[in-house]
């Protein structure tokens, strides 16, 4: 069953431009979790999120969660045409049994 | 790819045959998870163990079947039953904790084509 929804679908920018993608859930979290998969590959883990954490950054990802609204947005500034990929989140419950719970993705296309 | 590997990276089923896809790792995990991937679609959990010799069945796991013998090796079989099995299968592993950060750690796919 599908808990994340990430917002847009599909994101078509320039180099050198902001991405942001957006992603909601439904229920409690225990974290929240952001994936990167290139075309025909396996996921590659981006960046996790507690609960109790507002903001995150890794290197050019800037990653926030807002609790009250359910809601998450990853921003990856200064976009490459290497950052051309798919982005998941990904969700483990509160009280879940280490199972996540994937969106339907956002395919980011950065042109050069 | 993290220490997973998957093979074979493309498969072809013949109506009616069982296939089995490998998916060993490396990394000394205790928990290991199939997901299947349809086109445009986010990732679906076939099934998931947590620990050698137990395993429990994910949200899409009719005509799937697992086994886990060896915490390194997590092997699939689609079987005959599943009569829709043209996706892009993924293996991930992950450490167990109760540290409840958990990330998982992916292998490279494998493509699943019937004939």
């Known amino acids: 069953s599908q808990q994340g929804e990430e917002d847009p679908q599909a994101l078509s920018i320039q180099e050198g431009e902001n991405a942001t993608m957006n992603c909601s859930y439904k229920?409690?979290?225990?974290?929240l979790q952001w994936y990167r998969q290139n075309s025909g590959r396996g996921l590659v883990h981006l960046i996790l999120?507690?609960?109790n954490e507002r903001e995150k950054h890794s290197g050019r990802l800037r990653v926030t969660l807002d609790t009250s609204k359910k809601s998450s947005s990853l921003l990856i500034t200064a976009s490459r045409a290497a950052d051309t990929a798919s982005y998941f989140c990904?969700?483990?419950?509160?009280?879940?049994?280490?199972?996540?719970?994937w969106g339907l993705g956002t395919s980011l296309a950065v042109n050069p | 790819d993290g220490g997973i590997t998957q093979s074979p990276k493309y498969l072809f089923r013949k109506e009616g045959q069982n296939v089995t896809l490998s998916c060993e790792q490396n990394l000394n995990h205790d928990a290991m998870y199939w997901y299947r991937q349809d086109p445009g679609q986010g990732l679906r959990l076939i099934y998931y163990s947590q620990i050698v010799n137990d395993f429990q069945k994910g949200d899409i796991a009719e005509g799937y079947s697992v086994s886990r013998e060896k915490k390194e090796s997590f092997p699939l079989t689609v079987t005959s039953a599943q009569k829709n099995p043209t996706a892009f299968y993924l293996c991930?592993?992950?450490?167990?904790?109760?540290?409840?950060?958990?990330?998982?750690?992916f292998g490279p796919g494998t493509r699943l084509l019937v004939l």
């Open positions: 990904a969700t483990e419950n509160a009280g879940n049994n280490r199972k996540l719970i």
């Open positions: 999120i507690r609960s």
């Open positions: 229920t409690s979290i225990n974290n």
């Open positions: 991930a592993s992950s450490m167990h904790s109760d540290q409840r950060k958990e990330t998982q750690y």
